[in-house]
C-alpha cells in the first residue's frame, strides 16, 4: 500500500495562489537482488542467475546502442534516450557568443531521458492503493533572489570560506536543496554572477569566479 503526499507548489507565475500536485511517498529502494529475487519466483521457470544474465546483458546493450545515437525502446516499459551536456569543468557556450567553441571533448552524456510506456502506467495503477500520507509545504526563503547570491558572494568573500557547498547555501537562505540547488546552477551558468562550481557529485563545491582583466 503506497502514501500520497499533497506537495505544494512555487508560484511561478505570480499569482499569489497556493496551488500543489500529488506524489508518492516513496518507500525505499527495490535493490537488484530483490528484484531479481521476485522475477525468478517459484514457478516462473528462470533461475535467479538466468535472470541477472538478461538484466545485465540489456544493460549492456542499451549502453551501445545510446551512445550510438539510438533511442531504445522496451517493450512494455518504455523508451530511453542519452542526453548530452558541458563537462562540469567547462563553459556553457551562447548560441552567438565570441568564446571558443567546445569541441566533442568537452561534451559528455549527462542523463538518459525516459518515457514510460502506456501499459506500464496502467499496470503500476492496477496494483496501486493510495491512502494520504501527509501534506509538504515549501521551504521559503526571507531574502530575494538578489540578497541570496549577496548572502553566497559575502560567504565566499570571507577569508575563512575559500569554497561553499551547498548545505552551506541552503543554511544561508533558507531554501530547501531542491531549490537551493536550481538556483545555485543558474548563478554558475551565468558568468555575470562571479560564481562558479568544481568537483562532481556529492563533492561539488562553489567557488568565486576569477575574471582575466
Not at 45 to 74: N, P
Not at 92 to 114: C, F, R, W
Not at 154 to 159: G, Q, S, T
Amino acid at each position: 500500500m503506497a502514501k500520497y503526499i499533497k506537495q505544494e507548489l512555487s508560484d511561478f507565475q505570480g499569482t499569489g495562489e497556493n496551488k500543489c500536485f500529488y506524489r508518492l511517498q516513496t518507500s525505499g529502494t527495490l535493490s537488484p537482488k530483490e528484484l531479481i529475487t521476485r522475477i525468478a519466483q517459484p514457478g516462473s521457470g528462470l533461475s535467479e542467475g538466468t535472470v541477472a544474465h538478461v538484466l545485465q546483458s540489456l544493460k549492456d546493450e542499451m549502453a551501445r546502442a545510446m551512445a550510438d545515437g539510438y533511442s531504445v525502446s522496451v517493450d512494455g516499459l518504455g523508451t530511453f534516450k542519452a542526453t548530452v551536456g558541458v563537462r562540469e569543468d567547462k563553459e556553457m557556450d551562447t548560441i552567438d557568443g565570441n568564446e571558443p567553441k567546445h569541441n566533442a571533448t568537452s561534451l559528455q552524456v549527462t542523463g538518459i531521458n525516459y518515457k514510460a510506456n502506456k501499459e506500464l502506467i496502467r499496470d503500476t495503477d492496477s496494483h496501486c492503493h493510495l491512502v494520504r500520507g501527509g501534506v509538504r509545504k515549501l521551504c521559503r526563503s526571507r531574502y530575494t533572489k538578489e540578497e541570496r547570491l549577496q548572502l553566497a558572494l559575502d560567504y565566499l568573500n570571507d577569508p575563512a570560506h575559500p569554497f561553499m557547498r551547498l548545505d552551506d547555501y541552503v543554511v544561508l537562505t533558507g531554501l530547501s536543496k531542491t531549490v537551493a540547488s536550481k538556483e545555485l546552477v543558474e548563478f554558475r551558468e551565468n558568468t555575470e554572477t562571479g560564481i562558479t562550481t568544481t568537483g562532481r557529485g556529492s563533492n561539488k563545491v562553489y567557488l568565486k569566479r576569477i575574471t582575466n582583466k
